[in-house]
Each structure stands twice: as structure tokens, then as C-alpha cells.
């Protein structure tokens, strides 16, 4: 018995460590950087071992270790926090392919697991080329394991939000992120005035607010810039990772308090501002602009309900032109109605 043991987990150890080799030619990393890798392996053999046994009890996080095998190490270093213990972060990554695997549809979980993505969404704003919704495994998982985008039509990356299931009932956002670095800022203002003045950031937010909600979640948290694990450089989605991006002064806008761990705890909900007061413009602007959030939670939340990937039925609602009345409007006797202020499509992947 004792002898299958130590062979089962040589062959673990020999499996994971050729995944990480693997890594290392696809990402170009030098001969040295494996060697530290390798060395963190060794120090942390009694941890390691462990570990590599976790992952293999379960098909879908080995899997998942295989498709990116920065999973074998990925309780080494800090992740997502700085304040994250080595137990907790690997706490933290077992409960978040736990509830991905059980509260995902399977096409959409399957495609995660094995490192890939999809589209949920397409947003028609007013006026202004279309935006996407994207659901994708980040390039490097540092700051989380899941990262929802908003891209332009020409696949600039116009915000991101890079998130994680801490556990069943939790929900941790590593880092959200404006514009990436090669977007040109036309295509930021143009979803500002095509959206009715709300901001890229605000949008992902109410989303992961929407996705919280449909999961029955009871907790929403975020890092703290401090606390921010990748201070330094960009990843391939295009996002600036400095810790200041996603900023205090944002989390405190949506309601933050400090939580400890390096995180802001954030209400469940976020009560909409009143009506601004001033001209009828403003306020109706403003009218419009809540009305596209709600649309573009509403398809959000129908893609993730989706049993397949397949592409549904458009799901669309008219914009109101001045002195051109909708059938809803003309139902009503002329009142206009807050939430036709936008078109949306729902897309496939």
C-alpha cells in the first residue's frame, strides 16, 4: 500500500511538472525562472504533494491544472490579496471551480475549465458601433480566475473585471479596469454617449452585482489598491494593472467599507441615484442611461442561464426617437417609457 502511494504520487509529481516545462516554451520564460519555479516546488514539498493530490481527486480541476499549469503553483505566491494566507488561496481556488462546475451551464464551465472563454453578449448603443461581453479565463490568473470584458467592435478592451468565487456563497473582484492601453479613447467616449453617459467601469460593476444575484450570493468583495496582487506591467487583456486603477475612491462610490484581508466589503445592491435636478434633457438622459444598465443585466443574466452555447433569439428594445412614438408609447397614450432607451442583442459565443 505504502509503495502504490509514493508511486501514485511520483507519477503526479513527474505529469505536473512536464505541464509546467510544457508552459515554460510556450510563455518563453528563461531556463532560471523554472529553476525558482522548481525550487518553490521543492521547499513546499510537503504542501505541494498535497496539493497535486487535491487537484487530482477532482477530473475538472486537473484539468483545469492542465490547461494552465500556473495552477500547480498558484498557492506559491500572493493571489488575488497580498493579505491571503498560502491555506486560503487554496481554499479560494477549489471553491471557485467548485461553483463554476456546479452553477454554470456545462458548455460555458467546460470552455473555462479548459482555459478558454466565450461571448455572451452584444450591447447596441444608441448612435455608436456595438459593444461585447466577454466571460474568459485570464491570461495570467494572478489577480483572479475569471475575467469579464467589455470589448468595442474592434476588440479593444474598454473595461475588465477580474473576479473569483471565494466560496459558495462569495464573491471576490481582484481588480477592475478602465480601458486597456492600446483602446483609443473615441471608442471609451463613444460607449459613454451611446450608452447615455454611463461609464464602461459602472457597467461591469452593476453586472457582477446582477451575476451575484442570480447565484443568490451574500457577499461582494474588493481588493484594496494596496492590496492589489500585480502592481506592475499589463497583461493580454490589455489592462493597465496598476494598483491604483481600480482605486479606493471608486469602491467607497459603490458603497465599500473596509473589510479586512485587504478587501472593501460592497452592498449586494446599489440604489440608483435620484433624477438629477435641472433641465428635462438631463434628467431624461439620466432616465436612459438606468434603463441600459437594467437592459444589459437582464441579457447578461439570460446568456448565463443559456443550457447551450448556441446562439438565442434577439432580444431587442427600440430606441425613442423625438416625435416618433414606439407601440408601447402609442399603447400608453404618448408616455415614454424610461426603459426603451436603448437596443440590446443577445449573442452566442
Known amino acids: 500500500?505504502?509503495?502504490?502511494?509514493?508511486?501514485?504520487?511520483?507519477?503526479?509529481?513527474?505529469?505536473?511538472?512536464?505541464?509546467?516545462?510544457?508552459?515554460?516554451?510556450?510563455?518563453?520564460?528563461?531556463?532560471?525562472?523554472?529553476?525558482?519555479?522548481?525550487?518553490?516546488?521543492?521547499?513546499?514539498?510537503?504542501?505541494?504533494?498535497?496539493?497535486?493530490?487535491?487537484?487530482?481527486?477532482?477530473?475538472?480541476?486537473?484539468?483545469?491544472?492542465?490547461?494552465?499549469?500556473?495552477?500547480?503553483?498558484?498557492?506559491?505566491?500572493?493571489?488575488?490579496?497580498?493579505?491571503?494566507?498560502?491555506?486560503?488561496?487554496?481554499?479560494?481556488?477549489?471553491?471557485h471551480y467548485d461553483f463554476v462546475m456546479r452553477r454554470f451551464p456545462a458548455?460555458?464551465?467546460?470552455?473555462?475549465?479548459?482555459?478558454?472563454?466565450?461571448?455572451?453578449?452584444?450591447?447596441r448603443l444608441e448612435d455608436a458601433a456595438d459593444v461585447h461581453l466577454h466571460l474568459r479565463k485570464p491570461s495570467r490568473a494572478d489577480a483572479g480566475e475569471l475575467s469579464?470584458?467589455?470589448?468595442?467592435?474592434?476588440?479593444?478592451?474598454?473595461?475588465?473585471?477580474?473576479?473569483?468565487?471565494?466560496?459558495?456563497?462569495?464573491?471576490?473582484?481582484?481588480?477592475?479596469?478602465?480601458?486597456?492601453?492600446?483602446?483609443?479613447?473615441?471608442?471609451?467616449?463613444?460607449?459613454?454617449?451611446?450608452?447615455h453617459g454611463l461609464h464602461p467601469k459602472d457597467l461591469l460593476m452593476s453586472l457582477v452585482r446582477e451575476l451575484a444575484a442570480l447565484h443568490g450570493l451574500k457577499r461582494i468583495r474588493a481588493v484594496t489598491a494596496a492590496a492589489c496582487v500585480g502592481q506592475s506591467g499589463a497583461d493580454a487583456d490589455g489592462a493597465d494593472v496598476e494598483a491604483a486603477a481600480s482605486g479606493d475612491a471608486f469602491w467607497e462610490a459603490q458603497g465599500g467599507v473596509s473589510a479586512g484581508a485587504g478587501c472593501h466589503a460592497l452592498p449586494l445592491s446599489l440604489i440608483p441615484a435620484p433624477c438629477a435636478e435641472g433641465p428635462r434633457s438631463r434628467r431624461e438622459r439620466q432616465q436612459h442611461s438606468e434603463a441600459f444598465r437594467r437592459k444589459a443585466a437582464e441579457v447578461f443574466a439570460a446568456a448565463l442561464r443559456r443550457s447551450t452555447g448556441a446562439q438565442p433569439a434577439a432580444a431587442e428594445t427600440a430606441v425613442p426617437r423625438e416625435g416618433v412614438p414606439t407601440p408601447a408609447q402609442r399603447f400608453r397614450g404618448g408616455e415614454k417609457h424610461p426603459a426603451a432607451a436603448a437596443s440590446l442583442l443577445a449573442a452566442g459565443p
Open 148 to 195: 469579464l470584458l467589455l470589448l468595442s467592435d474592434d476588440k479593444d478592451v474598454l473595461a475588465s473585471c477580474i473576479l473569483t468565487f471565494d466560496r459558495r456563497d462569495s464573491i471576490t473582484i481582484g481588480a477592475l479596469r478602465g480601458a486597456g492601453p492600446h483602446a483609443p479613447f473615441e471608442a471609451t467616449r463613444e460607449f459613454i454617449r451611446g450608452s
Open 107 to 123: 458548455w460555458l464551465a467546460e470552455r473555462l475549465v479548459l482555459g478558454g472563454g466565450a461571448r455572451l453578449t452584444t450591447l
Open 1 to 95: 500500500m505504502r509503495i502504490e502511494q509514493i508511486s501514485r504520487t511520483t507519477r503526479l509529481w513527474m505529469e505536473a511538472v512536464r505541464s509546467r516545462w510544457s508552459l515554460r516554451q510556450a510563455s518563453g520564460d528563461g531556463r532560471w525562472q523554472l529553476a525558482l519555479h522548481m525550487t518553490s516546488w521543492l521547499r513546499l514539498c510537503v504542501g505541494q504533494t498535497r496539493w497535486l493530490h487535491s487537484l487530482h481527486a477532482r477530473e475538472a480541476m486537473w484539468r483545469a491544472a492542465q490547461a494552465d499549469p500556473r495552477l500547480y503553483e498558484r498557492w506559491h505566491r500572493p493571489y488575488i490579496s497580498t493579505h491571503f494566507s498560502a491555506a486560503a488561496r487554496r481554499r479560494i481556488v477549489n471553491a
